[in-house]
């Protein structure tokens, strides 16, 4: 009972500075609605917790309960040694078999099984988790609340940044960034998905406001908060971006003339960086990297044996590997999901959410502006963005339930790009949601 009533107690802050700080005043979308998305978040999260609770029941390798349970183990070292605690949230000096024999290998997930050398991005999840537990007390439920609300900041900064393109379609727009089933479950529980919205929302706020003008100290400290969350979490994520945000942010600055060019000369750059980088920095050789993780998908798979595993062969070496490999890693992203149809209701909401996913392509371009109205640089860099994350998903993720999840922060964009290609007003003719 007190672990409930905690829990309401903390909805109920959230939903009180929901009604009082000016960031959650939006354009299109009033307090009522942000508030009733939490609520939906926090139902989302709770709903993911009784299917990792009473059907997939492997506390060890679920990721909800996983990063909570290391996450009280660190905490654990407040009380008697606030020092190691802060040396480990802090990541300082906490390298050494003084905290491996007394913490880490306590933990199941700090030291992971597939580690590639890189920043590894459960140390973030273990510490948010520690650190929420300084206000749960233990109750789970809390971090799942805390959670939402970091989740519903993410993805209400990528509104308000998409919202000022796309006028009078708020609920339009709304509904294509909150509520896809992946995004709203995935990013209402303390999961990555959440915090890497969280990082990607603020970072994309303060920089499509740089583009409009000058941007304050503030708005650069945000900024640089947002890359630092996203760096720590899925670095892939932002790779994808970047490039196309590069393009975007020429083109609002010299004009939409040779928008395609642009967006050619830019991606150029990057794959010219990726491949000459490694001559320059050592250890640095993204190629390789990409075929290490799916030889660590596959055998992740072998050893859990999901029923999701789509039976593909592995890529060959090399960067031809990747490009050969490219229809296939298309077909993984984009059209695997309708393999799992009859494979339980995930699988089928799975299956629903992507024939929603490409059924809209052909509905918006049924109902499209005219070519001159449309705004290419944005509809380019949604695209680019969605193709780029799109292919890093599907040459390295065979298993279908993994693929849902990692392409999640692509459909935002997707929904951004089909509303900038349809015609406002037969939009609101074909079919109304309705005022919000």
């Given at each position: 009972m007190a672990g409930i009533l905690l829990t309401c107690g903390y909805i109920a802050l959230f939903l009180y500075l929901i009604g009082r700080c000016s960031f959650f005043r939006v354009e299109e979308l009033n307090r009522k609605t942000v508030g009733a998305l939490f609520l939906l978040k926090v139902l989302a999260g709770t709903a993911l917790w009784g299917i990792y609770t009473f059907h997939y029941n492997?506390?060890?390798?679920?990721?909800?309960?996983k990063f909570f349970d290391d996450g009280n183990v660190m905490f654990s070292a407040l009380p008697a040694h606030p020092g190691d605690f802060l040396r480990m949230m802090l990541g300082i000096g906490n390298d050494t078999p003084y905290f491996t024999d007394?913490?880490?290998a306590v933990m199941n997930n700090w030291h992971q099984r597939y580690d590639t050398g890189y920043y590894n991005d459960a140390h973030t999840m273990i510490r948010f988790n520690a650190l929420v537990r300084l206000f749960s007390f233990g109750v789970y439920h809390v971090h799942t609340v805390f959670a939402a609300f970091f989740g519903l900041v993410g993805l209400l900064a990528i509104y308000k940044a998409f919202i000022r393109f796309v006028p009078g379609l708020g609920p339009w727009l709304a509904a294509g960034v909150f509520l896809w089933p992946s995004v709203l479950f995935w990013s209402s529980a303390p999961l990555k998905e959440t915090l890497l919205f969280f990082g990607l929302g603020i970072f994309l706020l303060q920089v499509f406001r740089a583009m409009e003008g000058r941007l304050p100290w503030r708005g650069w400290a945000i900024m640089l908060l947002g890359l630092l969350v996203q760096l720590s979490l899925k670095s892939y994520v932002l790779a994808s971006m970047l490039p196309g945000l590069v393009a975007f942010w020429w083109c609002r600055r010299t004009g939409n003339n040779r928008v395609a060019l642009k967006f050619l000369c830019t991606h150029a750059v990057a794959l010219a960086v990726v491949l000459g980088l490694p001559h320059v920095v050592p250890h640095t050789d993204v190629i390789p990297l990409i075929h290490q993780k799916q030889r660590d998908m596959f055998g992740l798979a072998s050893a859990t044996n999901p029923s999701s595993f789509i039976a593909v062969p592995a890529m060959e070496?090399?960067?031809?590997?990747?490009v050969n490999y490219v229809p296939r890693a298309l077909y993984l992203t984009f059209l695997s999901p309708f393999t799992q149809w009859n494979s339980g209701i995930l699988g089928l909401v799975g299956a629903l959410e992507n024939a929603v996913l490409?059924?809209?392509v052909?509905?918006?371009?049924?109902?499209?502006?005219?070519?001159?109205?449309?705004?290419?640089?944005l509809v380019?860099?949604?695209?680019?963005f969605c193709l780029l994350l799109g292919l890093l998903v599907g040459w390295t993720t065979p298993v279908v339930g993994a693929l849902l999840r990692y392409r999640v922060p692509l459909l935002p964009f997707w929904s951004l790009?089909?509303?900038l290609i349809a015609d406002p007003n037969r939009l609101r003719l074909s079919f109304?949601?309705?005022k919000t």
């Open positions: 492997d506390r060890a390798n679920s990721d909800i309960f007394h913490y880490y070496p090399g960067l031809a590997g990747l490409l059924l809209l052909p509905i918006a371009l049924w109902i499209a502006r005219k070519r001159t109205l449309i705004p290419m640089p380019l860099y949604c695209a680019a790009a089909l509303l109304s949601p309705g």
